[in-house]
């Protein structure tokens, strides 16, 4: 499975388990395993607003676009996110954001 991402300033939080040709998002289930070799999934056929455009099989690998919730203090690497490639089965890693700043030593840099 390849993995687009789209990022998108949101503060709500995307944990994704892949198994096989199934994404478990969140708790729910999106199982892509009908879609066949050369076959195209329109996006509005999906009722999740994670993805953007459409689902394909293309040499055997589903390919498909997540929104890429970003916090505050997200990073580089969520800002310009690369694509996930043949993700393993398991927990599906995304670009971690930048560390919080305490707030006492945020008060120091601003003194």
Do not use: C, H
């Amino acid at each position: 499975m390849n993995i687009m991402l789209s990022p998108n300033r949101r503060d709500d939080t995307l944990e994704v388990i892949k198994t096989g040709d199934v994404l478990t998002i969140n708790g729910e289930d999106f199982d892509f395993s009908p879609v066949g070799e050369g076959d195209t999934l329109p996006a509005d056929a999906i009722s999740s607003g994670w993805f953007t455009g459409e689902v394909n099989r293309i040499d055997g690998a589903i390919e498909l676009t997540l929104i890429l919730p970003n916090p505050w203090n997200y990073s580089p690497e969520q800002a310009f996110p690369v694509p996930l490639l043949n993700v393993p089965d398991g927990p599906v890693a995304f670009p971690l954001p930048l560390p919080e700043v305490p707030s006492e030593t945020a008060s120091e840099v601003q003194a």
